[in-house]
T-cell receptor, first 112, second 115 residues
Framework: DQQVKQNSPSLSVQEGRISILNCDYT??????FLWYKKYPAEGPTFLIS???IKDKNEDGRFTVFLNKSAKHLSLHIVPSQPGDSAVYFC???????????WGLGTSLAVNP | DAGVIQSPRHEVTEMGQEVTLRCKPI?????LFWYRQTMMRGLELLIY????????DSGMPEDRFSAKMPNASFSTLKIQPSEPRDSAVYFC?????????????FGEGSWLTVV
């Protein structure tokens, strides 16, 4: 039973446009959400996170939005760049469960 | 600062052989995690340690897998005997005690191929 779901295995976007990656979760106990980016042949790297007490967190071109009532979060990349092409993983955690619960990832391709 | 260091980066071995993967966590980090990535299951947590003590090994697939952390700066994941279905990328990750959403930092992975 997957508690964190990324329903789109892949996404293709034109350079300069907005990329929106989505993530849904089922466990209302989750209180922290993270996005990681992974390039081929490398380990995942932390990108941005959001606490459940917020509904938005921004870092440069990356913004994460959290909708607790819908148990949904999204990562917006504006503007998208070819270097953003990677697999993006959504993860969630709670203070009770001191380990991350991961989605299966979305492969983003930003086309020049 | 050095990140999480894993070795070997690539390993090709024959079925039935023993495989040992190694990890050096970030200095000062007291949590260490071993993950396996496959196409079908994504990132699977195999086991994690806190202060060198195994806390949760429920993700270890079977008795052929074992992990140790003899000290704060070294951990091993061993597969004996190895099977072709063990072929995957194995990641080690570490983090500090503070909650901060459990943000963890990954090594570059060990690519294992069992033929």
């Amino acid at each position: 039973d997957q508690q964190v779901k990324q329903n789109s295995p892949s996404l293709s976007v034109q350079e300069g446009r907005i990329s929106i990656l989505n993530c849904d979760y089922t466990n209302s106990m989750f209180d922290y959400f993270l996005w990681y980016k992974k390039y081929p042949a490398e380990g995942p790297t932390f990108l941005i996170s959001i606490s459940s007490i917020k509904d938005k967190n921004e870092d440069g071109r990356f913004t994460v939005f959290l909708n607790k009532s819908a148990k949904h979060l999204s990562l917006h990349i504006v503007p998208s760049q070819p270097g953003d092409s990677a697999v993006y993983f959504c993860a969630a955690s709670s203070r009770e469960v001191r380990k991350l619960i991961w989605g299966l990832g979305t492969s983003l391709a930003v086309n020049p | 600062d050095a990140g999480v260091i894993q070795s070997p980066r690539h390993e090709v071995t024959e079925m039935g052989q023993e495989v040992t993967l190694r990890c050096k966590p970030i200095s000062g980090h007291d949590y260490l995690f071993w993950y396996r990535q496959t196409m079908m299951r994504g990132l699977e947590l195999l086991i994690y340690f806190n202060n060198n003590v195994p806390i949760d090994d429920s993700g270890m697939p079977e008795d052929r897998f074992s992990a140790k952390m003899p000290n704060a700066s070294f951990s091993t994941l061993k597969i004996q005997p190895s099977e072709p279905r063990d072929s995957a990328v194995y990641f080690c990750a570490s983090r500090t005690t503070g909650y901060e959403g459990n943000t963890i930092y990954f090594g570059e992975g060990s690519w294992l191929t069992v033929v």
